[in-house]
Nanobody
């Protein structure tokens, strides 16, 4: 069983940068697709970024391409999301997710992920 714990959220100003982390326990990242999702206030949870199961490919939501970078440290079993040039519309609760059977066509589908963290709040002031 994979356990996920996010950290690093906070309050920043528009244009600032912030890095959030997801500590993985229970097993290593090998063979798991890992993703970040977010839920803005009053909205549905949405895909942000992901690694394929092999770790060879990354995927991003169009609105964050060029600003956000997903990375991982397999030795430390940690997933990261570096967020630059933050905008007020990036404000949300950010969730880390893991899935062992996630295929490429489902990489952006939250239902494909079996394990979730508790979330970390990111607030962006204008």
């Amino acid at each position: 069983q994979v356990q996920l714990a996010e950290s690093g959220g906070g309050l920043v100003q528009a244009g600032d940068s912030l890095s959030i982390s997801c500590a993985v326990s229970g097993r290593t990242l090998s063979g798991y697709a890992m993703a970040w999702f977010r839920q803005p206030p009053g909205k549905e949870r949405e895909f942000v970024a992901a690694f394929s199961r092999t770790g060879s490919y990354t995927y991003y939501r169009d609105s964050v391409k060029g600003r956000f970078t997903i990375s991982r440290d397999k030795d430390k079993s940690t997933l990261y999301l570096q967020m630059n040039s933050l905008k007020p519309e990036d404000a949300a609760i950010y969730y880390c997710a893991a899935g062992s059977g996630v295929i490429t066509s489902e990489i952006r589908n939250q239902r494909a992920y079996a394990s979730w963290g508790q979330g970390t709040q990111v607030t962006v002031s204008s």
